[in-house]
T-cell receptor, first 118, second 112 residues
Framework: EADIYQTPRYLVIGTGKKITLECSQTMGHDKMYWYQQDPGMELHLIHYSYGVNSTEKGDLSSESTVSRIRTEHFPLTLESARPSHTSQYLC?????????????????FGPGTRLTVL | LAKTTQPISMDSYEGQEVNITCSHNNIATNDYITWYQQFPSQGPRFIIQGYKTKVTNEVASLFIPADRKSSTLSLPRVSLSDTAVYYCLVGATYNYGQNFVFGPGTRLSVLP
């Protein structure tokens, strides 16, 4: 079982505020991801990282930014929050099995941060 | 990246066996098939993974025919707590240039 932590779990904030959503993991996984998901809707990949100092934009355009200074942390920042940013943000890691193990890659998800921008 | 197709929703009753089929006609040789479960307001959780034939764990079974163009997740004797969205994903291991794509999934409702 993977240990991925996201803080805060819930955040209600006013328009124009700068916010940072924290994601940390203790497994030493190189690959990390941020997904955005509205209630009852699909997950959309917004950012990912292959390791320290690596960040890429995902399939869904997002006004957020990410950084990866340390393997364990992959914070997501919104410089100026807007009501359209209201959503659930899910952090995940990806791990590959040892060679010859006969298994495929697996993603592990954190509990998510539910963001509401008023 | 292999595209998957699965039913949008399914209903079942407690104690029944539920089978959710996923189509992935253009699956590649190196692709694995992985199923995830997501409860409301939580992140998806790994259920089961397979490459071919049948895989079984304490939670579910995964049936994969020889041509691998489809797979079936089988949940034995479901309970109300199995109400969730189930995602079928197809992808290769170690292929980090390929991000997993979560489609709409199958919304399973278990009724009393």
């Amino acid at each position: 079982e993977a240990d991925i932590y996201q803080t805060p779990r819930y955040l209600v904030i006013g328009t124009g505020k700068k916010i940072t959503l924290e994601c940390s993991q203790t497994m030493g996984h190189d690959k990390m991801y941020w997904y955005q998901q509205d209630p009852g809707m699909e997950l959309h990949l917004i950012h990912y990282s292959y390791g320290v100092n690596s960040t890429e934009k995902g399939d869904l355009s997002s006004e957020s930014t990410v950084s990866r200074i340390r393997t364990e942390h992959f914070p997501l920042t919104l410089e100026s929050a807007r009501p359209s940013h209201t959503s659930q943000y899910l952090c995940a890691t990806r791990v590959s099995p040892p060679l010859l193990a006969g298994d495929g890659d697996t993603q592990y998800f954190g509990p998510g941060t539910r963001l509401t921008v008023l | 990246l292999a595209k998957t197709t699965q039913p949008i929703s399914m209903d079942s009753y407690e104690g029944q066996e539920v089978n959710i089929t996923c189509s992935h006609n253009n699956i590649a040789t190196n692709d694995y098939i992985t199923w995830y479960q997501q409860f409301p307001s939580q992140g998806p959780r790994f259920i089961i993974q397979g490459y071919k034939t049948k895989v079984t764990n304490e939670v579910a079974s995964l049936f994969i025919p020889a041509d691998r163009k489809s797979s079936t997740l089988s949940l034995p004797r479901v309970s109300l707590s199995d109400t969730a969205v189930y995602y079928c994903l197809v992808g290769a291991t170690y292929n980090y240039g390929q991000n997993f794509v979560f489609g709409p999934g199958t919304r399973l409702s278990v009724l009393p």
